[in-house]
């Protein structure tokens, strides 16, 4: 029997990474074994994914030296980082270039690492459309993301620079859930205007980032987008309307009122919609979905991701 190669996964016990630690398990023939990295191997997450088979380590990415020695024997490496649990564009760039360090460090073969576009490339920080935010970025978990590639091309760690797409889970866990107007009714908003917003079901990053790994080196040096699909705002209002068996209407704010909802991030955010709204043609040609269900067969489409989760999404 040939030796299985090690995938080690930062985020494992989280929604990219841990999407693709139970690809690799559920293909137990694909030549592949999973080291699920967490700050906490005790954790009952943690601890779910051992009895499935994984492999579990503990590092934090904030340490340098911790991720290498978790990256030790590995073949290949998913790399993810967490900004909204820390808001830090600064702290973002500094985990990343630990992990590319590290990737370095362990000689590890294919890292892919999940990125997002710097907007400041559309966008620049002189052009008024959008402001400018922490007085460096105009979408700053995107920035910091797409700023931070040229750390792994320039330790020539060979790298899968993935762009993923808005989670549809945001209807469950992140307040993007369609709410009730005074009258009852319920509205989704989003500062879309009548553009395509590529979404995907978090589950199925990790199934294309296995993909990826199945191609061998076919995806290394190279910048893929996945999405399970391109739908509108209002496409996406009448999706969930026939889902839960009640109207919801498409509320398309602007970017300007999303920004001033005032919770945390709802600036950045803002702006990303903003960023999606304008570059549509890009933002929607990078995330291509044939690409997509070719790296992931079983891809979720909305309808699709809807009929699995509509009993998730809180309503009131
Ligand atoms: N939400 C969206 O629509 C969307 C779309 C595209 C991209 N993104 C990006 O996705 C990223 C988050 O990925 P995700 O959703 O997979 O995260 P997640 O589900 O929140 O997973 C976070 C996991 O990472 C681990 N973790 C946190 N801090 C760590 C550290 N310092 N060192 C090591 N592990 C750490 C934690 O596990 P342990 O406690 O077990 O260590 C946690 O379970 C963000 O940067 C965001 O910008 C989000």
């Not at 009895?51 to 503990?58: D, F, H, I, K, P």
């Not at 760039?93 to 490339?121: C, P």
């Not at 469950?172 to 859930?177: A, D, K, L, N, R």
């Amino acid at each position: 029997m040939t030796e299985r190669k090690i995938i080690a996964v930062v985020g494992a016990t989280g929604a990219q990474g841990g999407g693709l630690v139970r690809a690799i398990l559920d293909d137990p023939n694909g030549g592949f074994s999973a080291r699920a990295i967490t700050q906490n191997p005790d954790s009952d997450k943690a601890r779910n994914l051992a009895g499935m088979g994984a492999e579990v380590t503990r590092a934090n990415i904030d340490d340098e030296d911790s991720v290498a020695r978790a990256l030790q024997g590995a073949y290949g490496a998913y790399f993810v980082t967490f900004f909204w649990e820390h808001f830090s564009p600064d702290k973002e760039m500094a985990e990343i270039r630990n992990m590319a360090r590290a990737a370095k460090t362990a000689g590890v073969q294919h890292v892919i690492w999940s990125t997002l576009e710097d907007t400041r490339r559309w966008v620049p920080l002189s052009d008024n459309r959008m402001p400018t935010l922490m007085g460096h970025y105009k979408v700053p978990h995107f920035d910091a993301k797409g700023a931070s590639d040229k750390v792994f091309a320039e330790l020539g760690v060979p790298t899968t620079f993935l762009l993923t797409s808005f989670y549809w889970d945001n209807l469950i866990s992140s307040g993007m859930g369609p709410k009730r107007d005074p009258d009852g009714k319920l509205a989704f908003t989003l500062p879309m205007g009548d553009k395509k917003l590529p979404g995907i079901g978090a589950e199925d990053i990790g199934k294309c980032a296995y993909g990826i790994f199945r191609k061998g080196r076919e995806y290394v040096g190279r910048t893929v987008g996945i999405a399970g699909g391109h739908p509108t705002g209002a496409q996406m209002a009448r999706e969930l309307g026939n889902a839960l068996g009640q109207e919801v209407r498409y509320n398309a704010v602007t970017p300007e009122q999303f920004r001033g909802f005032g919770f945390p991030g709802a600036e950045d955010l803002g702006n990303m919609f903003q960023f999606k709204r304008d570059f549509e043609d890009y933002y929607c040609g990078v995330r291509n979905l044939e690409v997509s269900r070719a790296l992931n067969p079983s891809l979720q489409t909305f309808d699709r991701w809807l009929a699995a989760n509509k009993n998730r999404i809180p309503l009131d």
